[in-house]
């Protein structure tokens, strides 16, 4: 009957009588020679790349099958059956719920859909319950039901569609998945079950093996926000509770990171998984690893790189702020990667840098801060005078920080005659008077904490502005001279002739 199906023959009557097929039997287990409906009800491939099946692996390739109309009954809910049924009638219920329909019709199959959706209520309210201990059968089967229902072909993405090099991801239209009715509650079930104290560890790592955790991370390319918010608290509560599973999920993030910043730089997932990388950074235990430090300077400092950085650039300052937290060493290798990505010509990414400029520059010591100050208020310096008056307003918010002000009056020698020039130019010519006013008050804040520095300062500019204007007066002569030349010659020209 295996082959026959797998040849998508219709089913004969014969068929629709078998309660096996529709959620009347009890599935056999994975190694026995029975056959189940969930050898031929998955479709998991995701847009994130190929199917990877291995005989480990909780689910199975074939095509999704609909049940003919009328052979799906409702079966009776968990509390109605005495304790004894009830893993029976758990396996049953897993059958009826590994059926998939076309959500696209909302007219077609309504009965069946609506079987379904309850099936799955009542699934979650006994595992949540903890009334019944699950067998290992069970689980199997449950993750197996799971599989074939959320590891599926994700929808082109809207940039996929239009062939556009896509606009601003924060004001595309996001993506709602039709099936979410029953996404939900399978989603829901994995949750309770992954967070349930009744399963064994041991146990359950069978079925959430790394393949299982592979095919959730690809799913966190899918552009409904509701589908991504699950799997980003699955995948946490599977890290804290799998420790085996640790090593491998940083891991396959980092390639999930590799991928966005190098090639794509399209993904909708990226700012749930650094939320959970946040998470994750915080339980770091100190001396930190090798390992954890390549990961910074490989993969999260890169990330300030791509153009949609604006969508996740909160999770990703958070994550950068942690690792400058947990070992103010990392200061300067932050600032440097930061003041490496600074954008050009892009002045709103250049807000957010400086925000994140503020965070890391608060957690860092005066020795890392020296390393790295001479290229960080160079590039002040430029923002300092931008004609866009929100970077240059925010560079001067970091006046107000006390822990910087203090960063910076210990250095002033070096750092005002860096920005000398650049607040005077400010004075003297900038257009926004907010930008004018808080120049005045830097200006004045340097020239209380130390006078004889910032005439010195003012007397350094003053020679340089005149040299400045004794070469522009020169280039002007010159040019006043080779257009006397010019006319000289062609004046006698025209006599010649």
Not at 58 to 65: E, H, P, R
Request: charged share 25%.
């Amino acid at each position: 009957m295996f082959r026959k199906i797998m040849k998508g023959r219709k089913p004969s009557k014969s068929d629709a009588n078998d309660p096996s097929l529709f959620g009347y039997g009890l599935p056999a287990n994975r190694n026995s020679g029975s056959v189940t409906t969930t050898n031929v009800i998955v479709n998991h491939a995701s847009r994130a790349g190929p199917v990877v099946v291995g005989p480990n692996s909780a689910t199975v390739t074939g095509l999704a099958v609909v049940p003919p109309s009328g052979t799906v009954e409702p079966l009776p809910m968990f509390r109605d059956v005495p304790v004894s049924d009830r893993q029976s009638l758990f396996l049953r219920k897993l059958q009826i719920c590994c059926f998939q329909f076309d959500f696209s019709d909302t007219l077609k199959s309504v009965r069946e859909k609506e079987i379904k959706r309850q099936t799955l209520m009542d699934l979650v309210d006994f595992i949540q319950s903890g009334s019944g201990k699950i067998t290992e059968t069970c689980q199997e089967e449950m993750i197996r039901m799971i599989s074939v229902n959320i590891f599926r072909c994700l929808p082109p993405a809207s940039h996929e569609n239009t062939g556009q090099e896509g606009g601003d991801p924060e004001e595309e239209e996001p993506y709602l998945e039709p099936s979410w009715s029953h996404l939900q509650l399978v989603y829901e079930l994995l949750l309770r079950y992954v967070v349930s104290s009744d399963i064994d560890t041991k146990v359950a790592k069978r079925y959430i093996d790394h393949l299982f955790v592979l095919k959730l991370l690809d799913l966190f390319d899918s552009e409904d926000p509701r589908e991504r918010e699950y799997l980003k608290m699955i995948l946490h509560r599977i890290y804290g509770k799998f420790m085996v599973h640790r090593p491998f999920i940083r891991k396959a993030i980092n390639n999930i990171f590799y991928r966005f910043i190098y090639e794509t730089e399209r993904h909708s997932g990226i700012a749930e998984l650094l939320e959970i990388l946040g998470s994750i950074i915080n339980g770091f235990a100190l001396p930190m690893k090798e390992e954890h430090k390549l990961f910074l300077v490989r993969a999260l400092i890169p990330l300030h790189k791509p153009k949609p950085i604006a969508v996740y650039h909160q999770q990703l300052s958070y994550c950068i702020t942690q690792f400058a937290e947990k070992d103010f060493k990392l200061s300067d290798t932050v600032i440097r990667g930061l003041l490496k990505y600074w954008p050009v010509t892009n002045c709103q990414k250049e807000v957010l840098f400086l925000g994140e400029l503020e965070e890391v520059l608060e957690a860092t010591q005066s020795a890392e801060f020296q390393r790295c100050m001479v290229p960080l208020f160079r590039q002040i310096a430029r923002c300092l005078t931008s004609s866009h008056f929100q970077v240059a307003e925010r560079a001067l918010f970091l006046w107000n920080n006390e822990h910087i002000v203090s960063l910076i009056a210990q250095n002033r020698n070096v750092i005002l005659p860096i920005i000398f020039e650049a607040l005077e130019r400010n004075i003297q010519s900038h257009w926004n008077q907010a930008v004018h006013g808080l120049t005045v008050n830097v200006r004045k804040m340097f020239l209380e904490m130390d006078a004889e520095l910032f005439e010195e300062c003012q007397r350094g500019h003053a020679e340089k502005e005149a040299k400045a204007r004794e070469v522009e007066e020169q280039r002007d002569l010159t040019w006043k001279k080779l257009a006397d030349v010019a006319a000289q010659r062609r004046g006698e020209d025209m006599i010649t002739v």
